[in-house]
């Protein structure tokens, strides 16, 4: 409708004004104009719109050009299936049809400019991204090192500044370090990713969202390296960049990635409350995005949060056998070994204040200390953490759940009573 409209004013005024155009001409002028508006959209987040102007570009050129391998028809026309292959991409759950637009592409432009050209090699760029989302790695790696031998090779690089094809080859080079990931090939990753980085660095803006996804990706070959102090800081600069974006729906899931793994990383520093936070906010970014239930990093943030439920539940039956009881809880959480190296009192002191951490703003919980003397008779004690007032049935956060946590520890029976552990945590993420 928007096409034909234009194209109708630009009848009118040309009879009007006495003159003489090919509607041919027309139609490429007004395809011209929506693909501007096609961009625009595309770069603000718009993708439904974008994709609407995009196929209206395409239609109004194949009108004119019916046989792309005229010599009439440039090759730059062929621009609106990137176009079309790069937003499906981006729109998520729909790589299958991103894929069909760059096979097509990549024939197109074989027949039209040799198999040497830079377009080429960024038409297998997005096959082999295509493919990566797919999960067929091994056609992914091999449509990747293809764009990759093309641009170390070739002179043919069109229109191109300098600054766009060292963009065009961190792009490559970014989907390649993800692959080595996925192939568990993770020092090739980390070299791949960390060449990408230096050359989306050295010409990019630096609130680029595509700078923070390779970013993204480095810091999640951190991670799988157990290097969580360089995966802290890559993902949290991401993040950073994601929420700032014009567009950060389009980048949802590269968020809820890194949320995935600065909750990791904080979860092995020890960090609860913060681990707790990131990997809610993954979860709540993965099911916006629509991701299946399979998905990697969905699976990691759902796994951490169960096993925090699992653990203050594990904690109400702790009333005998504590050390065979904690060491059995703990044994499948990679991040044991630094709590089950301190004391079982210290380090359930410092878990139920994290939780309360997460549960509301300040620490609030009441504990009874009681010590049994040799005639068998108890001495409560009230502790109050921050001076502030014990929790109890009756003043206790409405909507949190309380749990009791007791057991054999060095010094007598601690009982500590309406924890609040709070379902609906304060979300400092968004």
Not at 32 to 47: E, H, P, Q, S, Y
Not at 140 to 152: F, Q
Not at 175 to 194: H, I, N
Not at 222 to 241: E, F, I, M, P, T
Request: charged share 25%.
């Amino acid at each position: 409708m928007v096409r034909r409209e234009a194209l109708d004013y630009a009848v009118q005024a040309d009879v009007s004004g006495g003159n003489h155009i090919q509607i041919g001409e027309l139609k490429l002028d007004v395809a011209d104009a929506l693909m501007k508006v096609g961009r625009t959209n595309d770069n603000w987040g718009r993708l439904q719109d974008a994709i609407e102007a995009y196929d209206e570009t395409l239609k109004l050129r194949r009108e004119v050009h019916p046989d792309p391998f005229h010599t009439s028809c440039p090759a730059s026309l062929l621009d609106v299936l990137f176009c079309l292959g790069d937003i499906y991409a981006k729109k998520g759950g729909c790589h299958e049809i991103s894929l069909r637009y760059f096979l097509e592409l990549n024939r197109l432009l074989r027949k039209k400019n040799g198999s040497r050209h830079a377009d080429v090699g960024a038409a297998l760029t997005g096959i082999g991204k295509a493919y990566l989302e797919l999960g067929k790695i091994d056609k992914s790696l091999k449509a990747l090192s293809g764009a990759r031998r093309i641009y170390e090779t070739t002179t043919q690089w069109g229109q191109r500044t300098e600054n766009e094809q060292t963009l065009l080859m961190a792009d490559t080079l970014s989907a390649a370090g993800v692959v080595f990931q996925k192939m568990l090939r993770l020092d090739e990753s980390v070299e791949t990713l960390t060449k990408a980085l230096e050359m989306r660095n050295a010409v990019s803006d630096q609130q680029d969202p595509l700078l923070a996804k390779t970013m993204n990706s480095l810091g999640t070959a951190y991670a799988k390296k157990g290097d969580y102090r360089c995966s802290l800081q890559l993902h949290r600069d991401a993040l950073r960049v994601f929420k700032a974006s014009p567009s950060k729906e389009v980048y949802l899931l590269d968020a809820a990635q890194s949320h995935t793994y600065i909750g990791v990383a904080n979860k092995t520093h020890g960090d609860i409350r913060g681990a707790m936070q990131h990997f809610k906010a993954a979860k709540r970014k993965f099911s916006k995005a629509g991701v299946p239930s399979n998905h990697e990093e969905l699976q990691i943030a759902t796994k951490y949060l169960s096993d925090f439920e699992y653990l203050c539940a594990k904690a109400t039956h702790m009333n005998q056998g504590l050390e065979n009881d904690y060491d059995s809880l703990v044994s499948a959480d990679s991040a044991a070994s630094s709590i089950a190296s301190s004391s079982r009192k210290r380090w359930l002191h410092d878990f139920i204040q994290q939780s309360t951490c997460f549960g509301s703003e300040k620490s609030k919980w009441s504990i009874e200390k009681t010590q049994k003397d040799g005639t068998n008779k108890q001495q409560p004690e009230q502790v109050n953490h921050n001076d502030e007032q014990p929790v109890t049935k009756s003043n206790a956060i409405p909507g949190r759940r309380a749990i009791t946590i007791s057991g054999p520890l060095p010094g007598g029976m601690w009982d500590i009573r309406n924890i609040s552990v709070g379902a609906d945590c304060p979300d400092i993420c968004e």
